[in-house]
């Protein structure tokens, strides 16, 4: 599965971008997508999921903040994110997972990023930086 992501780019704190997650000939049925961040010497954390049964997944920071979504008729996904802060500069990535339930990635983080969040495809990853 091929992923490529774009939409990053430079912003001002409390700004907007949507990111872009195209996945061409990938069955939304059957996969789920989802975006994932690392900042400077951090680990890499979930920030959204979607896929067509357990309904989207956000970790706790960007409740109320950004927005996944997807377009089956373009194989894209996308992330719109609004009000961002200087801690939301990271690379953000799209990965694809086959029968994956997005809820998992509530679960303890060690494990998660001992089997790479269980993902089966990752893309190249499209920096966002939010300048204060």
């Known amino acids: 599965v091929q992923l490529v992501e774009s939409g990053g780019g430079l912003v001002q704190s409390g700004g907007s971008l949507r990111l872009s997650c195209e996945a061409p000939g990938l069955n939304f049925h059957d996969y789920a997508i989802g975006w994932f961040r690392q900042g400077a010497g951090t680990e890499r954390e979930p920030v959204a999921c979607i896929n067509s049964a357990d309904g989207p997944y956000y970790v706790d920071s960007v409740k109320g903040r950004f927005t996944i979504s997807g377009d089956n008729s373009r194989s894209t996904v996308y992330l719109q994110m609004n009000r961002l802060e200087p801690e939301d500069t990271a690379v953000y990535t799209c990965?694809?997972?086959?029968?994956?339930?997005?809820?998992?990635?509530?679960?303890?983080?060690?494990?998660?990023?001992?089997?790479?969040?269980?993902?089966?495809?990752w893309g190249r990853g499209t920096l966002v930086t939010v300048s204060s």
């Open positions: 990965a694809a997972a086959f029968h994956y339930r997005c809820a998992d990635l509530a679960d303890n983080r060690d494990f998660l990023l001992s089997i790479n969040y269980g993902m089966d495809s």
